[in-house]
């Protein structure tokens, strides 16, 4: 499948409006009492992860608005690829909805899919983003205090420094592609099978560098074992102002992020879709819920369904400009 052909965008919900009719019988006619019984987000990872405790957070509060349960199913596994085949393939009414992270574009470009991924789904509300952050390991031979010194080392001793990553064509990797093409430094990617295996690395030297949440590392801070170098985004992080960007720093094309959103069937009734927007952004923005996503490193998005497309496309360039440089190659 080409590249171009894997581009997407996101249509625009359209009204739900019915001739003779009132737009609010209209709106009530087309939703049919919907939510009516238990609605299901699925979970692409384990308990106890950042993509959990965002479902379950903003299920609780779903729950207490709609009066009908929401239930969090956890379906780890295959990269994402078991949970999002399952909901593109649920019923498109509205009760079947998918947490992910941006591994539902990398997967296009980098697996052969049961599913056409943005032809079956649409993408419905970004939950959260947050700055990826470059840490270096602090153990071993080599202690960068900042980010020149990093790149310094990368550029006079190639193959000496190394990156872990949460595996081929994650967000992490495809950054490291991006330093490296845009710093001009030769950095040996090693890919894991997630964080926990990468942080792992980092705190015993077994690897240099990478690039990780800040929700993932803010507890190994304090060891001394490693350090943040710098962060993506155009602006400094509200919750970690010492830190610089890579802007900042002289060095461009960083403003990816991590990010968490829901995703629901695209043959799923407009009218449904559009209360489902309305009713993930109240609760996302709910004073419990944003209290708990910002205490987790997390900036709390919401609004349309257009925030989480902007998104997506930045994303695919992302990957779109690895393969077309010739530094990731597309299954």
């Not at 390991?137 to 193959?159: E, H």
């Not at 602006?235 to 959103?261: C, D, K, V």
């Not at 419990?288 to 998104?311: F, R």
Request: proline share 6%; net charge positive.
């Amino acid at each position: 499948m080409t590249i171009s052909r894997r581009l997407f965008c996101a249509s625009a919900l359209p009204m739900a409006a019915s001739l003779g009719a009132t737009p609010l019988m209209a709106q009530s006619d087309a939703l049919g009492g919907f939510p009516n019984r238990t609605v299901r987000i699925v979970v692409p990872f384990p308990a106890g992860g950042n993509s959990d405790i965002i479902s379950r957070a903003i299920a609780n509060r779903l729950t207490q608005t709609w009066g009908h349960p929401v239930l969090v199913d956890n379906k780890p596994g295959a990269d994402t690829v078991i949970a999002t085949s399952e909901v593109a393939r649920a019923a498109p009414d509205g009760y079947t909805i998918l947490s992910n992270i941006s591994l539902i574009v990398q997967n296009t470009f980098t697996k052969k899919l049961p599913f056409d991924t943005f032809k079956e789904l649409k993408p419905l509300i970004a939950a959260t983003e947050t700055p990826m952050f470059f840490v270096a390991s602090q153990t071993g031979d080599f202690q960068p205090k900042n980010l020149a010194q990093f790149l310094q080392r990368a550029k006079q001793k190639p193959g000496t420094t190394s990156f872990g990553s949460f595996g081929n064509g994650s967000t992490g990797h495809l950054l490291l592609l991006a330093l490296r093409r845009n710093a001009s430094v030769d950095i040996t990617h090693v890919p894991f099978k997630g964080n926990s295996d990468v942080i792992i690395q980092l705190l015993n030297g077994q690897v240099s560098s990478s690039f990780l949440p800040y929700s993932a590392i803010a507890a190994h801070l304090g060891s001394g074992r490693m350090r943040i170098l710098a962060a993506t985004g155009l602006t400094r992080p509200s919750f970690a102002p010492e830190t610089p960007t890579f802007e900042e720093l002289g060095i461009s094309g960083f403003s990816a992020s991590q990010w968490n959103g829901f995703f629901i069937s695209a043959r799923t009734p407009p009218a449904i879709q559009a209360k489902l927007v309305r009713d993930f952004d109240a609760a996302i923005k709910s004073k419990d819920v944003a209290s708990k996503l910002e205490s987790l490193g997390l900036t709390p998005v919401g609004g349309t369904s257009d925030n989480l497309q902007k998104m997506l496309t930045r994303d695919t360039e992302l990957i779109r400009t690895a393969i077309e440089s010739g530094q990731f190659r597309a299954e």
